[in-house]
């Protein structure tokens, strides 16, 4: 608390009294700390307190990877009336999300025991944070407990490409055509959210993020646009998926901290 300055506490010309305003004056600044501490006192005792949970083993939900999007916002005035074009190919064969459980691993390890929980592919697809705590207490219980689940989870984060009104969500190849130019990248647009074990209850969630803050994004070449999402040639196929890998590795040590965890030596 900023006291207030007694900058004039005696009457300029005033001599006779001056020790005994000298006094008053030190009786008021010592009454207002008193009081200032009483305060402080008082509301830290009623202010809430950061919930902690002593989390050691962790069970890794990677519900990311299954399926890539192809959004295309086209070169109309009103474009942000409608939703953008869009597209997705199944994609669990690329196996990212047993990637991504591996990357956080060797990130947490040796500090934290972590095991993957086996989901179906379909599990988390759409998701709330209501929906997150009903699904998560009724998983199966896994054989070695575990203090807190870890989900990975396809999540919007707006445009940081395009600029458009419209948000992008989970693995996918964008496109904007503008004024006779097209503009592509690779995103990544996805959530972690931590979570109790046995009631399901939220400890923390962050937005996947660069160390920039930024959406995880790649630019594009123009080839490696498909004429349609089942078009997709090896060498298309092949740089996805790195391009994918590469934005997660950027972006994963990023929530990981966000979150508290203390990461390996490499980071």
Known sequence: MQHPRHVNCLPRGATAERG???????????????????????????APKAQRIDIHSIGIIAAVGDTCAFERVPDRRFQWIGPPQAGFLEISDWNI????????????????????????????????YDLLVRDIRELPVPETPVDAYLLILRDWHDDDIGGSDHQLVGLGLYRRDRRGHARYGVFASYRLVLMEPDRGRIIASRAAVLPNGKLPWLPAPPALWPRTQNDLSNSQRDTLHRDFLQLLDASLPTGLRALGFRLSGKH
């Open 97 to 128: 999300d047993d990637d991504i459980t591996k990357t956080i691993a060797d990130d947490l390890g040796p500090t934290y025991s972590t095991q993957s929980i086996v989901i179906e592919h379909q599990d988390f697809d759409s998701w709330t």
């Open 20 to 46: 005994r305003h000298t006094k008053i004056c030190r009786t008021e600044r010592n009454l207002v700390s008193i009081i200032g501490l009483c305060a402080a006192l008082l509301l830290s005792a009623w």
